[in-house]
């Protein structure tokens, strides 16, 4: 069964850094691009980055320069790391997996149940 | 606002067909596939169409997308109750080089 656990969310402050990871199992976690989407309190969903099966990375204009994605498939996990964070920033956080067959199309097959990232003082 | 452009809100009745729709441009929609999700609040989103019109295994073929140029449409037929939810249209944007999402439908089930 294919799972993605999401981790590292809670408080921080606005200026504050935060690592997200997302755990995945029940797949070949290497040959899948992973994504990070998310979605702030009432609010539509949001792409946020994305990591391919051969590491080539995107970012949402929004977080450019602040958030850094990275894989490590020795243990089948994805992260996000969260620097120089704004209030505009709080929300659930989703990692998603894409269609094996795609290479940029936003057609995400699996999520995680999300974590949710306050930024606050 | 959102750079895909989908009506906030839709309703039906049980049995009615309803159609929500997507707008966007040539640098997305009209030069990339479109991809719908359902999302019941609560819940992570559920992947319901990719490439305009196909459906993941599991998902009924009460659910359909079509596309036309710059704009795609998602249709729900023989409506049932459980389909209350907030549904998102999502493609790839050439311009920005990333995936964007519409600001979502809710749908209503009256």
């Known amino acids: 069964e294919v799972q993605l656990v999401e981790s590292g969310g809670g408080l921080v402050k606005p200026g504050g850094s935060l690592r997200l990871s997302c755990a995945a199992s029940?797949?070949?976690?290497?040959?899948?691009?992973i994504n990070w989407v998310r979605q702030a309190p009432g609010k539509g969903l949001e792409w946020v980055s994305s990591?391919?099966?051969?590491?080539?990375?995107y970012y949402g204009e929004s977080v450019k320069g602040r958030f850094s994605i990275s894989r490590d498939n020795a243990k089948n996990s994805l992260y996000l790391q969260m620097d120089s964070l704004r209030a505009e920033d709080t929300a659930v956080y989703y990692c998603?997996?894409?269609?094996?067959?795609?290479?940029?199309?936003?057609?995400?097959?699996?999520w995680g149940q999300g974590t949710l990232v306050t930024v606050s003082s | 606002q959102s750079v895909l452009t989908q009506t906030p809100s839709a309703s039906g009745t049980p049995g009615q067909r309803v159609t929500i729709s997507c707008s966007g441009s040539?640098?997305?929609?009209?030069?990339?596939?479109v991809n719908w999700y359902q999302q019941v609040p609560g819940t992570a989103p559920r992947l319901l169409i990719y490439?305009?019109?196909q459906r993941p295994s599991g998902v009924p073929d009460r659910f359909s997308g079509s596309k036309s140029g710059a704009s795609a449409s998602l249709a729900i037929s023989w409506l049932q109750s459980e389909d209350e939810a907030d549904y998102y249209c999502?493609?790839?944007?050439?311009?920005?080089?990333?995936?964007?999402f519409g600001g979502g439908t809710k749908l209503t089930v009256l």
């Open positions: 998603a997996r894409r269609r094996i067959e795609y290479t940029y199309a936003p057609a995400f097959d699996y």
């Open positions: 029940g797949f070949t976690f290497s040959s899948y691009s």
């Open positions: 990591i391919s099966a051969t590491n080539y990375i």
């Open positions: 040539s640098s997305n929609i009209g030069g990339n596939t």
């Open positions: 490439n305009d019109n």
């Open positions: 999502a493609a790839w944007d050439d311009s920005l080089n990333g995936s964007l």
